[in-house]
């Protein structure tokens, strides 16, 4: 025990020596914080089913354990997600004008740093598909998998499109201040007015993705805004305790749906696209993240604590792209070994299924740390990988998403 303690403090200490001093440690904790929480998310608010013929089907506790929504409040954090990030583009950017480099070149680079792990993920499973099909996996499993692996990708999507809108962000930060990011929050508001009220039978159904765009920008424009020095903690207490009256009344009395995440067979949504409810959930998110990161920072300064932090940032991309992949890792071979596995294969109706799904988080993440020793080398440059690789990744990347489309 000795040894794993002693080898486990000199890679603390020598990751806590690397890291220069002017890193912003608690900037890298709170992403870690959220990007942890999305495979946790995705392994506790959705479950898997066999059907008769040995078919694995998405199916959501949510549907049958409504006391279960409140998980999806702490579970989904892409409010701090996007305050992180916006944040972060404002440095990066900042950063690569001191270089010389022009905001196109500084966009290229952030842009193929996202998609080179989307890429490889992609190419995988398209070779992958054809494998299980002949190792008889059935297509109802091939079909769940594929739909899983995509469905978190539109993520990067949304962060790419922000990330693009970057320097128009920091314009409008330094022109308007908060009311940049006030306004925002006044669109979706305005929309689920019109979507929910009592003339919502008059509105047109497209009216909703008006939300998409004001909806996630409204935590980024904080970060931006925190970034330049204008969201100090009086206006962070006012986003947690103002947020967090809103979130109650939205609630309360205004019948929203207590789950931050779609389920299935609700006639309302919060997630797709945003709705007011979102907004307050990320302003109570983004004020508590800014009132405690000098409290991060300081927590994070002993090593041990650290490493954790700097093994996840170092993985991001794996860990989002793969971790519905180590889900099914487990789940395809021991439906095909056990059948029904509580926690796993059945039903997640009841709170055995809650507490056998906790059991099964560790092989979750030991899956997950097995595929990312081989995925990791996407999301690096790939001038190791011969030319031919390149273009039948590509190849297959595209092949699997006119699949997966056409399956979701």
Not at 237 to 255: M, P, S, V
Request: glycine share 10%; charged share 10%; proline share 7%.
């Amino acid at each position: 025990m000795a040894g794993p303690l002693a080898a486990l403090r000199r890679a603390a200490a020598k990751a806590d020596a690397q890291t220069p001093a002017s890193r912003d440690r608690a900037l890298d904790g709170l992403r870690a914080l959220a990007l942890l929480a999305v495979p946790a998310g995705h392994w506790m608010l959705g479950g898997l089913t066999l059907s008769p013929d040995g078919a694995l089907h998405n199916a959501s506790p949510l549907t049958s354990l409504g006391f279960f929504a409140p998980a999806s409040w702490l579970l989904q954090m892409l409010g701090v997600f996007f305050l992180v990030g916006g944040h972060s583009s404002v440095r990066s950017l900042e950063r690569a004008r001191e270089r010389g480099a022009g905001t196109p070149a500084w966009l290229r680079g952030r842009a193929v740093r996202l998609l080179r792990p989307v890429l490889g993920v992609a190419a995988v499973w398209a070779l992958l598909i054809p494998v299980l099909h002949r190792l008889g996996v059935p297509d109802g499993t091939v079909r769940t998998g594929s739909v899983l692996v995509v469905q978190p990708l539109w993520y990067i999507a949304v962060y790419l499109g922000l990330t693009a809108l970057t320097p128009w962000c920091v314009a409008l930060g330094r022109r308007f201040g908060g009311r940049s990011a006030a306004a925002m929050l006044a669109v979706v508001a305005l929309v689920d007015a019109l979507r929910y009220g009592p003339w919502a039978d008059a509105v047109p159904s497209w009216l909703a993705l008006v939300n998409i765009l004001p909806g996630w920008m409204f935590a980024y424009q904080l970060g931006v805004l925190w970034a330049q020095g204008r969201l100090g903690r009086r206006a962070a207490r006012l986003l947690l305790l103002g947020g967090g009256a809103l979130f109650a009344a939205l609630l309360l009395f205004f019948h929203y749906p207590a789950s931050m995440v779609g389920v299935p067979g609700a006639a309302r949504t919060n997630s797709h696209p945003p709705s007011l409810l979102v907004l307050a959930l990320a302003a109570v998110q983004c004020g508590a993240a800014v009132l405690l990161r000098e409290r991060i920072g300081r927590l994070l300064r002993r090593p041990l604590l650290w490493l954790p932090v700097v093994l996840v940032n170092l993985s991001a991309m794996t860990v989002f792209c793969w971790h519905q992949s180590a889900m099914l890792a487990v789940a395809v071979p021991g439906a095909a070994a056990f059948g029904a596995v509580p926690g796993l294969t059945t039903a997640p109706d009841s709170p055995a299924w809650v507490a056998g799904r906790l059991v099964l988080l560790p092989l979750f993440a030991a899956a997950l740390v097995g595929i990312g020793r081989f995925a990791r080398r996407f999301d690096g440059p790939w001038t190791s990988f011969p030319r031919a690789w390149k273009a039948v990744a590509g190849a297959g990347a595209a092949a699997f998403a006119v699949y997966a489309l056409g399956v979701v």
